[in-house]
């Protein structure tokens, strides 16, 4: 089963799957993503979905039986959103996870790889690159509630012996995805080409990583047997500041002499973690895995599906 | 605000209080606390009592316009239940939590000393004695909402600049507990003086602390100003092994011959950390603390408590 599969980073996941012969259920509630994301899947019928949500635990207790092995994107993805949305994002992000555990540990499902963040849970730490072994400390609530379901990850690891993947991913980019930093950048560029206005004082870094990498990490994940509860830090090998993406974005939509303009302040907004760096050895190491695409090449091909979808 | 004021912990942090001239409103569902824990400080009206859960979030609204500051102890405690009682206790534990965090940022409340428990939240670190910054990997629900609450106090100290101390609690023991490992102990041979079965193999090792101790931390962490969020291990400087501890009782009872015989395993039960014991020294450096009472005394106490309860 792949929750959320419907969204950004869960439909590369399940297109992935389909065309590597695995058979799958997709469970999203739409809430976020778009079925036309898996469309092909879903047309030739090469994956079964469900529209439901995670923290329905009587459709839960319908599918589980059928799942060998869970992958869990399902969530409220929008960091900055989240001090708003306490409440609504830590129900689907922390209860609806425990639901799918609950579930998992009733039907004796195995095994679980999960979407977790390390670009919020180890928060302003002065180590960087962070391992995984530094201790959290979130400044967001979307960072805590990724935080706080690995803790129950690791209690449904030991109770009930069942293996636990967690992938902390940096940020996250490429097609289809409808948020974050590019995106907001391409169309401001597109209204105003010649200034930009950039939050924060764009010297703000993050381990971006193009979904692809993405998709190919949670591959080696499924793939290898490691007891108990183990986290690997997913994210480009070095990372990048605002200033640096929007020179990309900016190279990538063949424009010059754009002005920057910005917000001015250490963060983008409250809650942005200003350098969000990961050491990522640990996942090279045990699960064979490294990022394959460069900022300039992602770019480029996020950009250009941006430049496509805008004139269907 | 004591949340939890009527439970072992909370009613010994209430009475210290009210003898030291703070003016405390005391919450309480009564689930498990008890109202004549604190009777002295009600009959002479020197706290208020509310009747209440930490998950009603319009009551909170009501108190917390009149709080400065708010120890929050209230939680479901049993460590060994919480493997069949997960939703219930996260509700309570983390929800909960979640709901005081929200009213005090609402109304701008800027310190809160948490209850966390340094038994729990490592899991089984090979690393003993274990310091602050190991990060957590609980193998109890009961250690993951713990650990989750933590987590959200993170988030909350650094979007609405709120103090936090969490004190990560060893094992504590003493008058009015009425669960525990000396508490069923004291049972056992009350009931049969000669043998006394053991849970596990009697060889896990615990931070046991005298609650006298634990409420002098919380007075020190109370006084302290510290920004951000701090957690501390309070516990005994050395731990004890269950064996030494029946051993303790067996002496505070002055019996002799008493045989113990063992349930097996490594573990008292699913769940129990065989080895639980934190380093103590940061909590020595910035809050001045340190237990005062050995395991010794602090058995016979409570034993001698335990005889004088059984004979009213």
Redesign the interface.
């Known amino acids: 089963m792949v929750t959320g599969g419907c969204g950004f980073i869960g439909s590369n996941i399940v297109q992935r799957l389909v065309n590597e012969g695995y058979k799958i259920i997709v469970l999203d509630d739409l809430s976020s993503g778009k079925k036309e994301y898996i469309n092909d899947c879903l047309v030739e019928k090469k994956c079964e979905f469900i529209e439901g949500s995670i923290t329905d635990a009587t459709l839960l207790a319908k599918i589980m039986p059928k799942i060998d092995l869970v992958i869990h994107e399902a969530a409220k993805p929008d960091v900055r959103a989240s001090?708003k949305n306490?409440?609504r994002d830590?129900n689907t992000n922390?209860?609806g996870t425990?639901h799918i555990l609950?579930a998992m540990a009733q039907n004796q499902v195995q095994k679980i790889v999960f979407a977790s963040s390390g670009g919020t849970v180890y928060?302003e730490t002065e180590k960087t690159p962070t391992p995984?072994?530094?201790?959290?400390?979130?400044?967001?609530?979307y960072?805590?509630?990724k935080?706080?379901c690995e803790?129950?990850l690791?209690?449904f690891s030991?109770?009930y012996n069942i293996e636990v993947i967690s992938l902390r991913l940096g940020n996250i980019y490429g097609l289809p995805s409808n948020h974050g930093v590019m995106y907001d950048f391409f169309w401001k560029l597109e209204k105003n080409p010649s200034t930009m206005e950039i939050l924060g004082d764009g010297n703000q870094i993050k381990s971006y990583l193009y979904v692809d990498d993405c998709v190919d990490a949670h591959m080696c994940a499924l793939q290898k047997t490691l007891k108990g509860?183990t986290a690997f830090n997913i994210a480009s090998i070095e990372g990048a500041s605002v200033n640096e993406v929007a020179r990309e974005v900016v190279e990538a939509m063949n424009l010059s002499n754009v002005e920057f303009t910005y917000t001015g302040g250490k963060r983008g907004w409250?809650?942005d973690v200003r350098k969000a760096v990961v050491d990522i050895s640990k996942a090279n190491k045990l699960l064979s895995w490294k990022p394959k695409v460069s900022l300039k090449e992602g770019v480029k091909s996020y950009i250009s599906w941006l430049e496509t979808e805008q004139n269907k």
């Open positions: 001090k306490l409440f830590f922390v209860t425990l609950q928060g995984e072994n530094e201790p959290f400390a979130p400044i967001s609530h960072g805590a509630s935080a706080a803790q129950y690791s209690s030991s109770l509860h409250a809650g």
